[in-house]
C-alpha cells in the first residue's frame, strides 16, 4: 500500500541510448530527459514494503553526520576521493560483490522481486528508488490490409485498439508478473509525476471507464472484426479464406517476456492466431522501430520506457507519442490521429494556451482522445531498485535513479567518512566514443561524463525543480497571461504585456562571415517574445577551472552558441545534416541571446517557449559553461582540437557525419582518434589557432590562447586523453578492454563538498484513510487522512494539496473537494447529509490525492464504503 501511494508519471529514453545528439542541450530542451529501455524499453512497487534505505536511516549517527558536514565544507570538490566504474553484466554476481564488499553500487536499477526481497534480507545491502519506467503496448496502425502482404490487421481500427485497454488487466500484471513492482498505467502522462495529481479527477474517471472488462472488450473487437469483413468460425477469426494471424514481437530481457505471454493468451483466446516473435533489444528494434509498418512485420510490441528526470509538464507527450511530429521513425510517420486531437497534441506541445485553466481543460480532452487512438495501451507504472551496499548514501533521483542523477557525483559517500575509493558497476562502459559535441549517449558512459562536468543549474532529484550552481539569481519576464509559477527565491517572476526582442540581440548565424546575425538585421520591423530570461552568473564565474587549470571565460559560453546555429547551415565545414531537423524545432521558439555585462556576467535569452514554472525556463536559457551535447562539457580550446579535425575531414563529431565522411566517430578519450586531435594540438599551437576567430577574438587574448594549449598539451602528456571538463571530478584513467573507467576528485573544484549534502533522502509521503464502512443514505460521515513521513506527521506547510474525489457504485465522479487540516498530520473528508442522499445503495469509492512541495511524487489512498438506504428512526 506505501508503494502504490509512490506513484505518478514520464517519456521516453532507450536503457540503450538517448534519442537526441545536441551540442546546446539546455537550449534545445527537454528532449534529454527521456531514452528507450533497451532498444525501445523499461522497469517497477512492493505491496507493504518500505522503498527508501531504510537499513541506513535507522543506524545512521546525527553526530556523525555533523562531523561530516563540517569536514566537507572543508573540502573541495566531491565528498569520496575517487570513483571506480567498473563493466558488471551478471546481476547475480554483482550482488555477491556488493554483499563481499568488493563493490559499492550496482548502476543497474531493476524490477525483480526476488532481487528485492535479497536486498531487503541482507543487513550488508540497501537500495535506492526511482518510479521513472513505464510499460505498454504498442501497435502498428497500418491497414485494414498491409500493402505488401494483403494480410489483415485488426490494429488498424481505433476501437479494437482502445478496446484491448479492457482486455488487459493491469492488475494482474503489476501483482502477477511484476509481483507488485508495480502499478497500472492508462495514459502517456505517468502516475507519479505531478500532472496525474492535477487532473486525479478525469485521470480516475477515464481509468474507472476503461478498468478491465473481457466480456465488453470481446463484444467490441467482434463487431469491428466483421465490419471488416472477418468471420468468426469454430471460435477462429478468419479473412479471405485464411485465419487472422497477429504477430506479437516480445522482449526476452525481463519480465516483458511475461507480458507479452500474458496478452498473447488473451488474443488467442478471443479467436486470433498468434505468433510469438521472441526477440533481444536490437532485434526487436530493427524490426518495429525500422522497418516500414507498411510491411506487417509486426502487430503490436512490448515497449518500455523511461525519464531519467522528473517531469513537472508532460504537456508534450501527446504530441511525441501520437502524432508522426514525435520521431522521425517510420512507426511514428504512420500514425494519423484524429483533426481534433492531432490539433490538441500540437498546441500543447507549443503551450499555445493562456491560462493555466485552459491548459487543464485542453489536457483532459487529450487524456480522452488518447484513449480513443490507443497507439500505445499504457500497462504499468513500474519501480526500479537500485541495489547498493548498506553504509552508501548518495542521492538517487526519483525517476532516473543512480544513473540519471545528476547530484550523484555531488553526493555520494561511504559511511558518514569522507574520502575513499567507491566502486560502481554498470553493465557496458565506454559503450561508444565520448566528444563534447554529439557522442556516446548510452547512459553508462554518459553518468560518467555528467561526474566530470558542473553545469550553470542542477535539478532536484526529488522535484524535479532546478537549483542554482554557477548563477547568483535570475529574472524571468513572461508575456502576461502565460501561467508560470515560481517556487524557489533565486528566481523572481514578473510579466508584462509585450516583451520586445533588443535590436541588438544574436538570434541567426552567417556561417561565411562568422558571425552572428542580430534581431536587427534579420527583423528590422522588430521583433517580440513570450519569455525573457536574465542570467546573473555569480561573481566568482570567471575564476572557475577547467581540469587542465585554464580559466573559464566568455569563449567558451559563445563557442557553444556558435555550434548551435553552424552544424545546421549547408555552407559550414562542421554542417550535419543530423543535427538539421532538431535544429528546424529550436527555430521555431528560439528568439535570441544577449550578452548584458561581461564582469559580472549577465546574459539575456528569449524564447516563445515556456514551463509551468519559472526555475525550469530560467534553467533551459542558462548557457552551458562550455561546449556540451549534455553530458560532458569543454572550453573552446579543447573543442577546437575537435573542430579542426572535423573540418579536415579527419574526424567527425557525430556518427551520422563519420558514416558520411568514412571516416572515424571522434574520441577523446580512446582509440585512434587520440593520435589526430594530438596532431590538431600540435598545429594548434603554432599557429595559435582560434576557432571562429572573426566572433570569439573579442573575447580572447593572445596570452589565453598560448596558456590554453600549453594547459591542454601538459594534460595530455600526464593523462594520454582530452576529457578536459569542470566538474567535480576529472577523468583520471581509462582502460577499454578490462571495462574499467577511474575519476578523481577536482581538488581544485569551486565549491566546498557539503554544498548538495541535504539531497539524499526524500520526503515522500504515506497515505492512510480511514473511515466507516457502511454510511446510510442521509446522515454525515466522516473520513480520516493520516499523512505521515517515516512515522512523523508530514508538516502541513510542506504539504501543496490535499483532494478527495468520490464516485459512486456507477463509477461516476459525484464530488470533489480539498480535505480539511487537521492535528498531528491528520486531515479530514466531511460529507454532508445531503451529499450522502445522492448515493445510490451499494459500493462507493472514496479516493485521496496529496502532494508535497519537497518531492514531485504524489501520494494516493481510497477507501471502499457501503451506503444503504436511509432507514425510519
Known sequence: MVIAS???????????????????????????????????????????????????????????????????????????????????????????????????????????????????????????????????LSFNPVGPTFPTTGKLNPFSVPKIREAMNRLIDREHIAQEIFGGLAVPRYFPISSVFPDYARLADVARTLELRYEHDPAAAEATIAREMEKLGAQRIEGHWMYEGEQVEVILLIRVEDARREVGDYVANLLEGIGFQVTRLYRTAQEATRIWMSSHPREGRWHAYTASWISVIISRDQASNFGVFYTPRGRAAPLWQAYEPSPEFDELADRLQRRDFTSWEERQEMMARALELSMKESYHVWLTDQINVWPKAHNVQVAADLAGGMTGSILLPYTVRIGEELGGRLVFGATNVLAEPWNPVDGSNWIFDTMIMRATSDRSALGDPHTGL????????????????????????????????????????????????????????????????????????????????????????????????????????????????????????????????RIVSRDPVVVESYSDRFFPDAEWIAAIAAPWPGVSDGSGIMGWHSTSLGIRAEEQRLLAFSSNKADQLRTEWMSYVTGPSLEVLAKMLEEAREESYLPFEETLREFVSEEEIEERYSNLADWYEA????????????????????????????????????????????????????????????????????????????????????????????????????????DDGRWRVELSSEETEKLRPGSNLLEIAATSTSVALPAFDRISFATIPEVDR
Open 6 to 136: 509512490l506513484f505518478g508519471s514520464a517519456v521516453g529514453i532507450n536503457r540503450r541510448r538517448t534519442l537526441i545528439p545536441l551540442v546546446v542541450a539546455a537550449a534545445l530542451g527537454l528532449f534529454l530527459a527521456f531514452r528507450l529501455i533497451g532498444g525501445g524499453e523499461a522497469p517497477p512497487v512492493v505491496p507493504d514494503i518500505e522503498t527508501t534505505g531504510e537499513t541506513d536511516a535507522e543506524t545512521a549517527d546525527p553526530e556523525a553526520e555533523k562531523r561530516l558536514a563540517v569536514e566537507a565544507g572543508r573540502q573541495r570538490g566531491s565528498l569520496v576521493d575517487s570513483i571506480v566504474f567498473v563493466r558488471e553484466s551478471e546481476y547475480g554476481r554483482a550482488i555477491s560483490r556488493l554483499k563481499a564488499g568488493t563493490m559499492h553500487i550496482m548502476g543497474d536499477g531493476r524490477s525483480d522481486p526476488e532481487m528485492y526481497r535479497r536486498i531487503q534480507n541482507s543487513p550488508k545491502l540497501g537500495s535506492e528508488i526511482s518510479y521513472g519506467s513505464y510499460g505498454a
Open 466 to 593: 532546478y537549483h542554482p550552481q554557477r548563477i547568483e539569481s535570475a529574472e524571468v519576464t513572461v508575456a502576461e497571461g502565460t501561467p508560470v509559477i515560481q517556487t524557489l527565491d533565486w528566481v523572481t517572476l514578473d510579466s508584462q504585456p509585450e516583451i520586445e526582442v533588443p535590436l541588438d540581440t544574436w538570434i541567426d548565424w552567417d556561417p561565411e562571415e562568422r558571425r552572428f546575425i542580430t534581431v536587427a538585421e534579420k527583423h528590422p520591423e522588430g521583433l517580440t517574445a513570450r519569455t525573457r530570461t536574465r542570467i546573473h552568473f555569480t561573481d566568482d564565474y570567471l575564476e572557475t577551472l577547467w581540469h587542465d587549470g585554464s580559466r573559464v571565460s566568455l569563449a567558451d559560453m559563445v563557442l557553444s552558441q556558435i555550434l548551435t546555429f553552424d552544424r545546421a547551415k549547408p555552407e559550414s565545414p562542421l554542417y550535419d545534416e543530423g543535427f538539421v531537423p532538431m535544429f528546424r524545432t529550436f527555430q521555431t521558439y528560439y528568439r535570441g541571446f
Open 719 to 822: 593523462r594520454g586523453h582530452f576529457w578536459v571538463c569542470n566538474g567535480p571530478f576529472y577523468l583520471h584513467a581509462l582502460h577499454p578492454i578490462e571495462g574499467h573507467v577511474e575519476i578523481r576528485r577536482f581538488e581544485r573544484f569551486a565549491d566546498p563538498a557539503d554544498k548538495w549534502l541535504g539531497f539524499t533522502r526524500p520526503r515522500i509521503p504515506e497515505v492512510v484513510t480511514d473511515g466507516p464502512g457502511i454510511v446510510h443514505a442521509g446522515e454525515e460521515a466522516s473520513f480520516e487522512i493520516s499523512i505521515t513521513f517515516e512515522g512523523a506527521p508530514y508538516p502541513e506547510e510542506e504539504l501543496e494539496m490535499v483532494r478527495y474525489m468520490l464516485f459512486d457504485g456507477r463509477r461516476e465522479l459525484i464530488k470533489q473537494g480539498d480535505a480539511v487540516p487537521g
